[in-house]
């Protein structure tokens, strides 16, 4: 797929994404064409990208980016997932926290990163300790911040017709982004659509030429294999055999990968009623 300028909603080719969400986007110049004040940080944001990816084979991209995201924001971590059937499909993470975190979203199945997902719109949950956002979220906000996380930015990646998943960002402190931090954000997210879309291929050790992205993806195979099963076993449509295998992993602290490895290789099955 070819992204073409007026598909970026994030800027990258030029524009820029409003605080709101809203895809108002601006030149870079003032009506007299002159320079803004936002160029500057704009080419400093895209040579630390460019030095973040350099020499990356196609299936480091997506790690790479997100340790970019926490080399220019004010977060500790940073994850891509890919929405897939109402699951998450995490392709990176800049950490171990950071990776926990998305496999924590994809086990509760709610959080930020779904609505970003749903309304193709970035969901800035700026305090998940009180007010708002933690009644908003409560169950999710009671497991992140036990894991030492007090904010998340969640930002949809594709274009304005196609959600593919979302850059989510994680934050230490309760605290929103400033005007520039957002656009920074945002200038990582489209690089990472980018790469989403257009990166080819590449061949394995044996020579076998494979998608890089079903790669990085062939873990969360079991995941969709296990939800499988649990209908066979059960007689379920597929949204209570998600919801069931969910329910099992919350109760047991794991995350859905680990327990639909378990489910696949038969050393664990879910019981009926």
Not at 149 to 167: E, F, H, I, K
Not at 250 to 259: D, I, N, S, Y
Request: charged share 25%; proline share 5%.
């Amino acid at each position: 797929m070819v992204v073409r300028p007026e598909d970026d909603r994030y800027g990258f080719f030029g524009g820029a994404l409003r605080p709101d969400g809203e895809g108002h986007r601006t030149s870079g110049h003032d009506a007299r064409g002159r320079r803004t004040e936002r160029d500057p940080d704009r080419l400093r944001t895209a040579e630390v990208i460019a030095e973040g990816v350099r020499d990356a084979q196609p299936g480091e991209i997506p790690a790479r980016l997100c340790g970019v995201a926490v080399t220019l924001l004010p977060v500790v971590g940073a994850s891509v997932s890919l929405r897939s059937d109402g699951m998450s499909v995490q392709l990176g993470a800049s950490s171990d926290q950071a990776s926990y975190l998305a496999e924590l979203q994809a086990t509760l199945g709610d959080g930020p990163f779904l609505y970003a997902s749903e309304a193709g719109a970035p969901v800035l949950a700026c305090d998940l300790t009180a007010g708002r956002d933690a009644r908003r979220w409560p169950v999710f906000a009671q497991q992140v911040t036990a894991a030492g996380v007090r904010a998340v930015y969640s930002l949809p990646l594709g274009n304005d017709t196609v959600t593919l998943g979302t850059l989510d960002l994680y934050r230490a402190t309760p605290g929103g982004l400033t005007e520039h931090e957002l656009h920074r954000a945002l200038m990582v997210a489209g690089v990472m659509t980018l790469a989403l879309m257009i990166l080819p291929r590449e061949e394995d050790d044996s020579g076998a030429d494979e998608p890089w992205l079903g790669g990085l993806a062939t873990d969360h195979d079991k995941v969709y294999q296990a939800i499988g099963m649990i209908m066979a076993q059960l007689g379920v449509d597929a949204d209570e055999a998600t919801a069931r295998l969910r329910a099992r992993a919350f109760t047991q602290g794991r995350t859905v990968l680990e327990v639909a490895r378990d489910v696949v290789a038969h050393r664990m099955m879910l019981e009926g009623g």
